[in-house]
């Protein structure tokens, strides 16, 4: 078994989404005591942007893909690599300003990729990369309906996942985390008590 773990929070040892990304990756190491762990961190070691280049590098044809991304991007074609390798995927997901932060939205890009992730078949899109699980680890300072008028991370992880053929994402979620420090830990040990069932 592969895990990939991806952090994106850049609150540092107050974040909450890193707490938990953690105890994912402790539930899953102790039922599946030989597993590959590949950790991702998108603040220490983000990934640029995209630009002009990348796009165009990303949006070649499968058949040249590979060989653009390998020779022009290699880094970029070991997020999507390590991505498509691995059975399990722990999204550690802060919500920042009603969305998610901007480096995981970089990271995201490099998944999105035509003819690889998903692809259009009778006018429809039809998504490539089943086969693993996801797992997100979702940590928000107030409360939030999910598709409610202020909640666009949830929301974007999740619909981006079923595009590209993963729509039974798994949500473990700690709210309220900025009502104050009992809060804060009631939240977090209402999310590994959902950990503990995964």
Do not use: C
Request: zero cysteines; proline letters at 7%.
């Amino acid at each position: 078994m592969q895990i990939l773990r991806i952090d994106s929070a850049s609150t540092g040892d107050s974040s909450v989404s890193r707490v938990l990304t953690q105890a994912i990756v402790d539930h899953f190491r102790a039922a599946n005591p030989g597993a590959n762990v590949i950790e991702r961190d998108l603040v220490a070691d983000p990934l640029p942007h995209i630009d002009v280049a990348r796009t165009g590098a990303i949006h070649q044809p499968p058949e040249t893909h590979d060989a653009a991304m390998a020779d022009v991007f290699p880094e970029e074609r070991a997020v999507l690599d390590e991505f498509l390798a691995s059975d399990v995927v722990i999204v550690g997901a802060p919500m920042y300003n009603f969305s998610i932060p901007s480096q995981l939205k970089a990271w995201i890009d490099r998944l999105g990729v035509p003819g690889v992730t998903f692809t259009y078949k009778d006018g429809a899109p039809q998504g490539l990369a089943g086969g693993r699980r996801v797992i997100v680890a979702s940590a928000r300072g107030g409360a939030y309906e999910m598709g409610g008028p202020a909640e666009h991370q949830e929301t974007l992880l999740r619909d981006f996942f079923a595009f590209i053929g993963l729509p039974d994402v798994t949500f473990v979620r700690a709210e309220k985390t900025g009502f104050g420090p009992e809060v804060r830990d009631q939240a977090i040990a209402d999310a590994r008590e959902r950990i503990a069932q995964l």
